[in-house]
C-alpha cells in the first residue's frame, strides 16, 4: 500500500486548490463573455429596430363610405390631416401614403406627401403598406400603419406604439387601446379588445368582450377600444401576405386576427384617448364640431 508523504499531501492540496480557482475562473469568463454577448445582441436588436416609417394606406372606393380619404374636414382632405398630425410623431423617420387611387395621389401630392402607387389588388390596409414598403428606396425596420380616417391622431400615440415594440423583441406587431364608451359597447363599428397581465393581446372583436352571463354591459367594467394604428417589424410585414387567412379573422373581419392566430405575439399599450374615426359621413359633422370645440384650425 503506498504511502503518501506530508510533502506529497501538500503538494497535492495546492494543486487541488489551484485548479478549483482556475474552474471558477473560467466559469466566470465564460458568464462574463455570455453577458457581453446577450448585451450586444439586445444592443444590436434594439438598434435593428430603429429606422421607423409611417405609412397611411388610402383607398377611394368603400362600400360604406366612398371617396373617404378627400371629404372636407374643416377646409382640408381629411388625409392632408392624419398626415400632418403623423409628421409631428418624434419616432417617424418618414411618412408616406400608399394609395392605388391617383385622385388620392395627385390631392397628396399637391399638399406635399410622398405617396406610393400600390395595386389594387391588395386585401387591407396591412397589405398595402407591405406593398409600399417593398416599393421604398430606402430600408426601415418599424412599419407604422396609420390609418388615414383618424384626422385628430395624438402623436403621442404614434411614438408609443413604435417604443412598445422596440421593448418588445417577443412582439411583432404593436398597437394602442383606448377606454370604451358603455354607450358603444354594442357598436360592431368600435372594436373591442381583450390583453394579459403582461400587455400582450388576448382578442379582438366586434361584439362585446369579455361577455358576460346577463347579456347587457357591465357599467363597472373597463372595456377596451382598439385603436386602428399599429405598427409592424418590417421583416414580419414582408411574411405577412403569406400567411394563410384564419377562421377568426374571417368571421370577424379583423386583419390584427390574423396575427394572433397564427400564433405570434401582439404588444398593446393603453392610452387615453377620445376616438374620433371617421367611418360614415355622418361622423364629419361631428368632427368638425369637436375641432371648433377644441380650436383645431
Not at 497535492?12 to 465564460?30: D, F, K, M, P, Q
Not at 362600400?63 to 418624434?90: D, Y
Not at 382598439?226 to 414582408?238: M, N, P
Not at 405575439?265 to 375641432?291: C, Q, S, W
Amino acid at each position: 500500500m503506498a504511502i503518501c508523504s506530508p510533502s506529497s499531501e501538500s503538494s497535492s492540496a495546492t494543486s487541488g486548490r489551484a485548479w478549483v480557482i482556475h474552474a471558477l475562473v473560467a466559469v466566470a469568463a465564460v458568464a462574463v463573455a455570455a453577458g457581453a454577448h446577450a448585451g450586444l445582441y439586445f444592443k444590436w436588436f434594439r438598434k435593428g429596430r430603429s429606422r421607423v416609417v409611417g405609412i397611411i394606406p388610402a383607398r377611394f372606393s368603400s362600400s360604406r363610405f366612398e371617396g373617404k380619404p378627400l371629404v372636407q374636414i374643416l377646409g382640408k382632405p381629411m388625409i392632408q390631416r392624419t398626415w400632418e398630425r403623423a409628421k409631428l410623431a418624434s419616432t417617424l423617420d418618414h411618412v408616406v401614403v400608399a394609395t392605388d387611387d391617383e385622385r388620392i395621389a395627385e390631392c397628396c401630392r399637391g399638399f406635399g406627401a410622398d405617396v406610393i402607387m400600390t395595386s389594387e389588388s391588395c386585401k387591407n390596409g396591412t397589405e398595402r403598406c407591405n406593398e409600399a414598403l417593398l416599393k421604398l428606396a430606402k430600408n426601415y425596420d418599424i412599419v407604422v400603419n396609420i390609418q388615414g380616417d383618424e384626422p385628430l391622431i395624438e402623436p403621442d400615440i404614434i411614438d408609443g406604439i413604435v417604443r412598445a415594440l422596440q421593448g418588445a423583441p417577443d412582439a411583432v406587431f404593436s398597437t394602442a387601446v383606448t377606454s370604451l364608451k358603455h354607450e358603444d359597447g354594442l357598436d360592431p363599428n368600435r372594436v373591442k379588445c381583450v390583453v394579459d397581465n403582461r400587455g400582450y393581446a388576448i382578442y379582438f372583436s366586434r361584439g362585446l368582450i369579455p361577455y358576460n352571463k346577463s347579456g347587457k354591459v357591465n357599467l363597472q367594467f373597463p372595456y377596451l377600444l382598439h385603436l386602428g394604428i399599429q405598427s409592424f417589424d418590417s421583416k414580419f410585414l414582408r411574411i405577412y401576405p403569406q400567411l394563410p387567412s384564419t377562421p377568426l379573422q374571417l368571421e370577424e373581419d379583423l386583419e390584427q386576427l390574423k396575427v394572433l392566430e397564427n400564433g405570434y405575439k401582439m404588444k398593446v399599450i393603453k392610452v387615453d384617448h377620445d376616438a374620433h374615426g371617421v367611418d360614415t359621413p355622418e361622423d364629419v359633422e361631428k368632427i368638425e364640431a369637436l375641432m371648433r370645440e377644441r380650436n383645431i384650425a
